[in-house]
C-alpha cells in the first residue's frame, strides 16, 4: 500500500514538472507589422520624461481622470511646447523641443512600439527626437518663456565666433588647425596699432619730401633699396617688402592654395602658375616657403591691381584678399582724399609702384634673371611698355636683338639708376 502511494506521488510529480517546461517553453507567437507613417493632418506621438525619480501618481488618488495633458503648437510648426499638470499637483510640467536639451545634437532615433495579442499585430510608430521633451517643473509667475527675439539676434559673424569657439574646445586637431589658419587670414590690427602706423607713414612721407626737396633728383617711386649692397638679394630685401606680419599669414595658407584641389590654377596669374612645379620641386623647406609667399604675395598684388581696373574688375571679383593684406596694400597703393579716406582708383604714381613691387619680386623668383613674356600678360602690358619700370629699378635688359628674341631682365649689383626726367614749367603753359 505504501509503495502504491509512492508510485502515484511520483506520477504526479512528474507531470507537474512537464506541465511546468511546457509552460516555460517560448510558443511562437505569428504577428503582422504594420509600420505608421507620419500623417501631417495628425500630430505624431509625443514622449515626456521627468529626468529625476519623481513619480507624478505615488500620491495621487485614482479617480478614474487622468492627467492634465496639453500640447501647443508655435506658429513655426516644428516648435512644440508639451505641458504636463499630474493629477492632484499644483506645479506644471513643461518641456519643450526648441530648448534647453533639445538644443543639443540628435544621435539617436526612436520608435514607439504596440503589440496586440488578439489580432497578433505590432504596431511600430517612429517618434522624432524632436519629439521627446524633458518635463522640468514650472512655477506660475516665476518661470518665463524663452525671449525668442534673444534666441533670433544673433549674426551671421556671432554664430560663427561661437561655432569657432565649440570647435576649439571639443574639436579635432584638424578642425582647430583650421579655425586658426582662418582667424589669421581675417586677423585686423587693432584701432591703436593702425593710428600708429598712420603717423608714422606721415613722418616717413614728411622725411621723404624733405630729402627730395634737398637733392636735384626726385625720390624714386620703387620699393625699399641699398644702393650699397653688393648682392641683389641685399639690393631689395624681401623683408621690406612682405613684412614678418604678411609673411606668417601668407604662409599658413600655403598649403591650401599650393598643395589642394581646391583652388584651380586658373585662379592663379599666369607667372604664378608656371613656377608652381619649380616650387614644388625645391627640398629645402625654408627655401620653399620663402618662394611660396612672394608667389602668393604676386598673386594678392596682381588680383588688387585688377580689382582697380575698370577693364579687369571682372576676372578679380571671386578672389579674397587676406585682410591684413588688404590694409597694407591700401596704404601702399592708394591716395587719401581731403577726408582721410581712401579713393577707390589708384593714381599713376601709385599703380607704377604697385608695378614696380611686381616686377621686382618676379626677378627674385627667377633668380633675378626674368623672362618679362608671362609678367607682362599679367600686368595688361606690352614687354615695351615695361621696359621704364624695369630701368627705373636699375634694371638691365641683356639680349633680344634680332626677330623673336626677347631681352632678358637682369639686376646688376651696386644699382646703378638711370637720370629721371624733369618737366621745367614754362610760363603760359600747363602739364
Not at 226 to 253: C, F, H, M, V, W
Not at 270 to 295: A, P, S, Y
Request: proline share 5%; hydrophobic share 30%; with cysteine.
Amino acid at each position: 500500500m505504501a509503495e502504491q502511494e509512492l508510485e502515484m506521488e511520483l506520477e504526479d510529480y512528474s507531470l507537474k514538472k512537464e506541465k511546468k517546461k511546457k509552460r516555460k517553453r517560448k510558443q511562437p507567437i505569428d504577428l503582422k507589422i504594420e509600420m505608421v507613417k507620419e500623417n501631417q493632418e495628425k500630430i505624431a506621438p509625443l514622449v515626456g520624461y521627468f529626468p529625476t525619480g519623481y513619480d507624478p501618481h505615488k500620491k495621487a488618488q485614482d479617480d478614474g481622470n487622468g492627467d492634465d495633458v496639453k500640447v501647443y503648437r508655435h506658429v513655426r510648426r516644428s516648435r512644440l511646447e508639451l505641458v504636463v499638470k499630474p493629477k492632484g499637483s499644483k506645479v506644471n510640467f513643461v518641456g519643450t523641443n526648441y530648448s534647453g536639451e533639445a538644443e543639443a545634437p540628435i544621435s539617436c532615433q526612436y520608435a514607439l512600439g504596440v503589440f496586440d495579442k488578439e489580432t497578433q499585430t505590432l504596431k511600430i510608430v517612429k517618434i522624432e527626437s524632436n519629439k521627446i521633451f524633458r518635463l522640468e517643473p514650472k512655477f506660475a509667475g516665476k518661470d518665463k518663456a524663452p525671449d525668442e527675439a534673444k534666441v533670433e539676434a544673433l549674426t551671421a559673424q556671432e554664430r560663427a565666433e561661437r561655432l569657432n569657439d565649440l570647435t576649439m574646445a571639443l574639436g579635432t586637431k584638424k578642425a582647430k588647425k583650421q579655425v586658426r589658419e582662418k582667424a589669421n587670414l581675417n586677423r585686423k590690427e587693432n584701432e591703436e596699432t593702425q593710428k600708429q602706423m598712420g603717423e608714422k607713414i606721415k613722418k616717413l612721407k614728411v622725411l621723404a619730401n624733405a630729402t627730395a626737396g634737398d637733392n636735384s633728383e626726385p625720390a624714386r617711386n620703387i620699393p625699399y633699396h641699398d644702393t650699397t649692397a653688393e648682392t641683389p638679394e641685399r639690393a631689395y630685401p624681401i623683408e621690406k617688402i612682405i613684412s614678418k606680419g604678411e609673411n606668417e599669414i601668407l604662409q599658413k595658407a600655403l598649403h591650401y592654395l599650393f598643395y589642394t584641389e581646391k583652388v584651380a590654377l586658373e585662379a592663379f596669374p599666369i607667372f604664378v602658375r608656371n613656377r608652381i612645379q619649380k616650387m614644388k620641386e625645391i627640398e629645402d623647406e625654408t627655401e620653399r616657403q620663402t618662394l611660396g609667399v612672394i608667389l602668393s604675395y604676386m598673386t594678392h598684388l596682381i588680383k588688387f591691381k585688377d580689382k582697380h581696373s575698370v577693364d579687369h574688375k571682372a576676372s578679380a571679383k571671386d578672389h579674397r584678399i587676406p585682410e591684413m593684406l588688404l590694409q597694407s596694400f591700401n596704404s601702399k597703393f592708394k591716395d587719401a582724399d581731403d577726408g582721410g579716406k581712401k579713393k577707390r582708383e589708384m593714381s599713376g604714381p601709385k599703380n607704377d609702384l604697385l608695378i614696380s613691387h611686381v616686377l621686382l619680386l618676379s626677378l627674385m623668383v627667377d633668380d633675378f634673371n626674368s623672362n618679362p613674356t608671362d609678367i607682362a600678360q599679367d600686368l595688361r602690358m606690352t614687354t615695351l611698355k615695361l621696359r621704364p619700370h624695369y630701368l627705373n629699378l636699375g634694371v638691365k635688359m641683356v639680349g633680344g636683338k634680332g626677330k623673336g628674341k626677347i631681352a632678358q631682365a637682369t639686376l646688376p649689383v651696386p644699382l646703378n639708376f638711370p637720370p629721371m626726367e624733369q618737366r621745367r614749367r614754362k610760363k603760359g603753359r600747363k602739364y
